[in-house]
């Protein structure tokens, strides 16, 4: 009889501030009850590994570089998906959870990073977006939709978030 795999797998296409928190509190927690878990960034969801405040010396089209300009760089920057107000929603909520003890986003990225979570980003939207290697953090894998779907197929859970 094969052993039961207690995999885990979230595609991460949202590059909101609530959704991404909600991914890395699913992925950190199904990573300490043992699983392999792997997160799959795509479009949007790169922008939570986007590097802060870094420029590409990369040249880049047009298009790409408009991309690179109206896309939030990194997880500080993110937005929350409702009642956002212009930033200050996602402030309003980053001061609350500071106040009940929860981690930070930057916090739980670090701590995917020690409980050997797989974050890859998406080659795919990379390339559609410009979005060079060198603008995303260090410590992550690149890979495409077979990669992803690889490891799917040896999950018990996937979610799209």
């Known amino acids: 009889m094969d052993e ?6 979230l595609v991460v296409f949202s590059g909101d501030l609530d959704k991404a928190i909600a991914s890395f509190i699913i992925a950190t927690g199904a990573a300490a ?3 392999k878990v792997t997160m799959f960034f795509t479009f949007w969801g790169l922008n ?3 590097k802060e405040n870094y420029t590409s010396s990369k040249k880049k089209n047009f298009m790409e570089k408009m991309f ?8 500080d920057k993110l937005g929350i998906s409702k009642m956002n107000m212009g930033g200050m929603g996602s402030k309003m909520m980053k001061k609350v959870m500071r106040k009940k003890n929860i981690s930070t986003l930057p916090e739980l990225m670090e701590m995917a990073k020690e409980l050997d979570v797989n974050m890859v980003a998406c080659t795919m939207s990379m390339d559609v977006l ?3 290697k060198d603008e995303l953090i260090d410590g992550i ?14 999950a018990k859970v996937n979610l799209f978030i």
């Not at 039961?4 to 797998?9: A, C, G, I, L, P």
């Open 4 to 9: 039961e795999k207690n995999n885990t797998t």
């Open 33 to 35: 009850m043992g699983g």
């Open 48 to 50: 939570i590994l986007r």
């Open 68 to 75: 690179g300009m109206m896309m939030p760089k990194g997880p």
């Open 130 to 132: 410009g979005i060079g």
């Open 141 to 154: 894998d690149y890979g495409g939709v077979a990669a992803y779907l690889g490891d799917a197929y040896e």
